[in-house]
């Protein structure tokens, strides 16, 4: 048997798989720094949307009963005492206006730490980023 016969063998070459894996590994490091920070982004949106649904069920209790609730039982017993896809835990405490509601990450995020919300209004982090990004 020749050497002209033979049939060419199918499949990839080693150095086509190489190419492949450098253009996706450069890909990859492109692209992960925007995804942490649309994730981070996204997970702040849930933490905001906590503390909103929190005062407001605040504010239908001030309406009901007379008073805020500002302890961990009742948190409970508004039934938010995680956020909708458990990334924050809320807390609650008594504060400026009658209350202080604080959304305390479960994933690391420097930027913006805990977020908090009062009965006046007044919205703050703990983290070391501006509040316009924190809060959106």
């Known amino acids: 048997m020749?050497?002209?016969n033979r049939t060419p063998a199918a499949g990839f070459s080693l150095i086509?798989?190489?190419v492949v894996l450098a253009i996706v590994a450069?890909?990859?490091t492109l692209a992960y720094p925007d995804y942490r920070h649309y994730r981070l982004q996204a997970l702040r949106s849930e933490g905001r949307s906590l503390l909103l649904e929190l005062a407001a069920r605040q504010e239908a209790s001030f309406a009901h009963?007379?008073?805020?609730l500002t302890d961990e039982t009742d948190l409970r017993h508004l039934g938010l005492a995680v956020s909708s896809h458990g990334h924050y835990q809320a807390v609650v405490n008594e504060g400026p206006g009658g209350y202080r509601l604080l959304a305390i990450p479960r994933v690391h995020d420097p930027d913006c730490g805990t977020l908090s919300?009062?009965?006046?209004g007044s919205r703050?982090?703990?983290?070391?980023?501006?509040?316009?990004r924190c809060w959106g």
Not at 124 to 132: A, E, T, V
């Open 2 to 4: 020749s050497a002209t």
């Open 16 to 18: 086509e798989l190489l």
């Open 26 to 28: 450069t890909l990859v």
């Open 65 to 68: 009963s007379n008073r805020y």
């Open 117 to 120: 919300l009062d009965a006046l």
């Open 124 to 132: 703050s982090h703990s983290g070391q980023g501006d509040l316009k």
